[in-house]
Antibody
Framework: EVQLVETGGGLVQPGNSLKLSCATS????????MNWIRQTPGKRLEWLAQ??????????SYLESVKGRFTISRDDSKSSVYLQMNNLKEEDTAIYYC???????????????WGPGTMVTVSS | DIQMTQSPASLSASLEEIVTITCQAS??????LAWYQQKPGKSPQLLIY???SLADGVPSRFSGSRSGTQYSLKISRLQVEDIGIYYC?????????FGGGTKLELK
């Protein structure tokens, strides 16, 4: 059974930092392209970052608006992915999910497994 | 970035009714389109990928189609358990982008 568990969320003041972790099991993490996606209080879904696997040199992509503030990383030995978030803003308030990108024989599919997410609230 | 415009934003339908939700891509994304269902209080779940392929365990009353850059999700006979928010997402190129969502309620 595939499991993803996001941790590290909480209440933080604007300008501060937070590091999210995502522990996974039940699938071959080392070949997975891992992503962070957030859902705002208004229910909008926003993709943030992706880290590919070792065979693709751990290539990283970011949403332009978080580039330079957010850093995605992974530890294949722990089947875990992380999101370091710096200089947080009130608009970063959201539920944060990690999810693997489904890779079909034709190419990218969708995000086929989701954890419960971790809530991040940025407020003074 | 590729913009995904989803409609309607909300929809009220009766049990057993046919429901259709559409998503318009701002440019050609081929068949790289996925649909998700989010039930109240739960995380999103993949319904359809590659425009028409059902994810594992998804009932056959769900189907997807495409006409040019317009994509549709159809629920052939609405059931109580289908209530929730539906999202489309383009899987053509990063940044992966989502539609704004369609809230489906029972009439």
């Amino acid at each position: 059974e595939v499991q993803l568990v996001e941790t590290g969320g909480g209440l933080v003041q604007p300008g501060n930092s937070l590091k999210l972790s995502c522990a996974t099991s039940g699938f071959t993490f080392s070949t997975a392209w891992m992503n962070w996606i957030r859902q705002t209080p208004g229910k909008r879904l926003e993709w943030l970052a992706q880290i590919e696997d070792k065979s693709n040199n751990y290539f990283i992509s970011y949403l332009e608006s978080v580039k330079g503030r957010f850093t995605i990383s992974r530890d294949d030995s722990k089947s875990s992915v992380y999101l370091q978030m710096n200089n947080l803003k009130e608009e970063d308030t959201a539920i944060y999910y990690c999810t693997p990108l489904q890779l079909t024989t034709e190419g990218p599919g969708g995000f086929d497994f989701w954890g419960p997410g971790t809530m991040v609230t940025v407020s003074s | 970035d590729i913009q995904m415009t989803q409609s309607p934003a909300s929809l009220s339908a009766s049990l057993e009714e046919i429901v259709t939700i559409t998503c318009q891509a701002s440019q050609n994304i081929g068949n790289w389109l996925a649909w998700y269902q989010q039930k109240p209080g739960k995380s999103p779940q993949l319904l359809i990928y590659g425009t028409t392929s059902l994810a594992d365990g998804v009932p056959s009353r769900f189907s997807g189609s495409r006409s040019g850059t317009q994509y549709s999700l159809k629920i052939s006979r609405l059931q109580v358990e289908d209530i929730g928010i539906y999202y489309c997402q383009q899987a053509s190129s990063t940044p992966w982008t989502f539609g704004g969502g369609t809230k489906l309620e029972l009439k």
